[in-house]
């Protein structure tokens, strides 16, 4: 299931930079829309993040019996999201921007970034698991 969701972001990063020319920086087209910094560029903004929630709800009658070991408490959840939200706005950037467009392109930003996030998720399943 990784290898094929990794395959669907690369081919959106893929369609997306040859689409328009610009990366495919999940957390900058959202941060566009919400801070009104891209209103000239709405329209693509919101198609791709109609594609972002509706392709899974396509998806999932081929995947039902995909199990995941997420957790059942909302709460968590959104804290999880708003965390994940809080970094990618200190990155410049998510793993989508740096990670997938970034290390592509061979960029050192993207390098170092992903590098990071990498390191940090490590060190924080680490300390969950075994430190807590």
Known sequence: MGLAGGLLIGLGGAVYLLGNGRIMGASGIIGGLVDGSARHQAFERLAFLAGVLIMPALLAPLFSDVGT??????????????LVGVGTRIANGCTSGHGVCG????????????????????????VFRHGL
Do not use: C, D, E, P
């Open 69 to 82: 070991h997420i957790t059942k408490n909302v709460a968590l959840i959104v804290i999880a999201g708003a």
């Open 103 to 126: 290390i592509s392109r061979l960029s050192l930003r993207g390098l170092v970034a992903t590098g990071f996030y990498i390191l940090a998720g490590g060190v924080m399943v680490a």
